[in-house]
Structure formats: C-alpha cells, structure tokens
C-alpha cells in the first residue's frame, strides 16, 4: 500500500513566512530559515516552499522584527538548504528555464510551477528533460465557480476557464512529475478538505497528487487519507505553525489511527 507523505507547506510574503488566508489575507509569522530548521528538527518527509511575493522585494526593512534581511530569493533557498534536510520543493515566480535553474543551483530539490506551466506549457517539458519528471511539481489552484471546480492562476486572480482534471491532463501530457492541488476557498479556515475533488483528481491521472487546503486538525488528515485511498500527500500550511511539535504529533496519531504514512 502507498506510504502517503505528510508536508508543510510555508508561504513566503517579502521574505518572511506568512500565515494565508483565501489567497488575499497573510500575516507575518517568522523567519524562512528559522522555519526550515524547525522543521528539519521534526525530520518532515518533505518540506514545500511558496513563494507568493507580488513586488519581488525581499527585505522588509523592518528591524522591529528582530530577523534576518534577505536580499534575493536565491539567497533565501541558499540559506534554507543550509539547514533543511529533507527534501526541498520551491516554487512561485518561475517563469522560465533560467528561473528553475537558479532555484535548483541554489538547493531546491524539486521546483513548483503555476502561473509559468499556464502561460508556457511547454516549460514542464523543458524542466523535466532537463532535471527529470520527478523534479517538477505543478501546483493546481482552484475555486468553486456556480459549483464546479476552475483553475486560477496569478495568485488566485485569473480564471482560465479550465476544470482540475483537464488542466491536470495537459500537465501529465507535458511531463509533470507530481500535482499540487490547492483549494483557495479553503485557505486558512479550517474547514476540513474538498475530498470529493481531490478524490475525482486522484482518479482522473497516473501523477502522485499532494492535496492542500483546508486542515484544521489531525482529524481532517485522517478522514482525507482513509477517504482517498490513492493520494500520495497531505499538506498543511498554517495548521503547523502555531502549535507546539503540530507535526510529530500528527504523525503520531495517524500511525495509531492505522494510517499509512512515511
């Protein structure tokens, strides 16, 4: 039986890590480093990096803060490398071949694309002939419009017009080697995962499928790995961020509830 993976995903706003909420609303919360330290401590079966900067400025000029300044995202996945241990997948503002090459030159392991595979579908093909398959992951952002499932991109603000599974179609067909889907209208509440369509896409393709979006508790990681047999990752943002040792813990209980994860 698949072993499913348990991932944090951390969000990175002007080079901090923020809590998200709908794609619109982000609280400042900490380091980038000191995040990937914490978690490497936990010995997390992977760790997700997003970075959702709309200005492409890193250092905040806020000392207030008492952190770290960053220059350069190249700077930030160097430093975070230099700590993380498991492996690294970074994404957002990818946009071409040189972009993936200095988020790979730099530590990332595997990179993330979105808004670039919607624009050039052509560059996951040129990422995974480069790099291979398994080194890019597409994240998949979605809301319900009039009950039906439709793919945004650039932060949540263009709608393509496309479902999940057909756009999840044309990234295999392109040569994905994994899916990252992203439920928007659950971002930050809480309330619990859109089973039926991580369900219908885990259905619907040969990729390994992470879902994200909507965890509120180890219960809603429970109830999303016995419900959907063939996922291959759960991942969580801000459910890990504000209780002590969140992650073990729910490794823990998943593996006493008789699920099957890394």
Same mark, same amino acid.
């Given at each position: ?8 995903? +951390?969000? !990175?706003?002007?080079?901090? %890590? $923020? ?5 619109? &609303? ?14 490497? @401590? ?14 492409? =400025? ?11 300044? &960053? ?5 930030? %996945? ?14 957002? *503002? ?18 993330? +694309?979105?808004? *670039?595979? &919607? ?5 996951? *093909?040129?990422?995974?002939?480069? &790099? ?12 319900? $419009? ?21 756009? %999840? ?14 439920? %928007? ?8 995962? @859109?089973?039926?369509?991580? =369900?219908?896409?885990? =259905? ?5 499928? !992470? ?17 959907? =047999? ?33």
């Amino acid at each position: 039986m698949l072993k499913k993976r348990l991932i944090p995903a +951390l969000f !990175i706003k002007n080079g901090l %890590i $923020v809590r998200s909420e709908n794609f619109d &609303y982000h609280q400042f919360i900490g380091s980038v480093v000191h995040e990937a330290k914490r978690y490497s @401590d936990w010995d997390v079966d992977e760790l997700v990096y997003i970075d959702i900067s709309r200005e492409k =400025e890193y250092d905040l000029r806020r000392d207030d803060y008492n952190l770290d300044a &960053y220059y350069s995202m190249e700077e930030i %996945i160097r430093k975070i490398a230099e700590v993380c241990f498991m492996p690294l997948a970074f994404g957002g *503002g990818i946009r071409n071949l040189s972009d993936v090459d200095l988020r790979i030159r730099n530590g990332a392991d595997k990179i993330i +694309l979105n808004t *670039g595979a &919607y624009e050039t579908p052509e560059l996951i *093909g040129q990422t995974a002939s480069k &790099y291979g398959s398994q080194c890019v992951i597409v994240s998949v952002d979605y809301r319900m $419009v009039d009950g039906k499932d439709q793919v945004f991109t650039s932060f949540g603000t263009h709608a393509t017009g496309l479902t999940v599974n057909e756009w %999840i179609s044309r990234c295999e067909q392109e040569g994905a080697g994994e899916i990252f889907l992203n439920a %928007i209208d659950r971002d930050g509440k809480g309330n619990g995962y @859109d089973i039926e369509t991580i =369900e219908s896409a885990v =259905e619907s393709t040969k990729l390994p499928v !992470i879902a994200c979006g909507g965890a509120a508790d180890e219960f809603d990681f429970q109830e999303l790995a016995e419900e959907v =047999e063939n996922l291959s990752g759960i991942a969580a943002g801000n459910l890990f961020h504000f209780t002590e040792r969140s992650y073990p813990r729910a490794k823990k209980y998943l593996k006493e509830n008789g699920i099957n994860v890394r």
